[in-house]
């Protein structure tokens, strides 16, 4: 089992960037695969990026260019430095990490982005 915290979301205005954190925690070494998910209200949940084995990483067309996921494995920490922020980048944003397959979730954490 994994438990995952995010930390990092807040209010910023348009333009702006803000950086996410998710630390992971319990079986750590068995994860193959983290990613980052977000809802909006009234949608359903979507795929912003993933990382696989620390080095592939993918992302959601709509933040390509803008957003960047990295993992520093030391700390069991993913990262989603985003940047270029627009309003419909307003979400709760999710931690997601896999194990054989197994998706194990964050709380998530709330993006807001509005002037």
């Known amino acids: 089992q994994v438990q995952l915290v995010e930390s990092g979301g807040g209010l910023v205005q348009p333009g702006g960037s803000l950086r996410l954190s998710c630390a992971a925690s319990?079986?750590?070494?068995?994860?193959?695969?983290m990613g980052w998910y977000r809802q909006a209200p009234g949608e359903q949940r979507e795929l912003v990026a993933t990382?696989?084995?620390?080095?592939?990483?993918n992302y959601a067309d709509s933040v390509k260019g803008r957003f960047t996921i990295s993992r520093d494995n030391a700390k069991n920490t993913v990262y989603l430095q985003m940047n270029s922020l627009k309003p419909e980048d307003t979400a709760v944003y999710y931690c997601?990490?896999?194990?054989?397959?197994?998706?194990?979730w964050g709380q998530g954490t709330q993006v807001t982005v509005s002037s």
């Open positions: 997601n990490a896999r194990i054989m397959g197994v998706p194990y």
């Open positions: 990382i696989i084995s620390g080095i592939i990483t």
């Open positions: 319990g079986s750590v070494a068995s994860i193959t695969a």
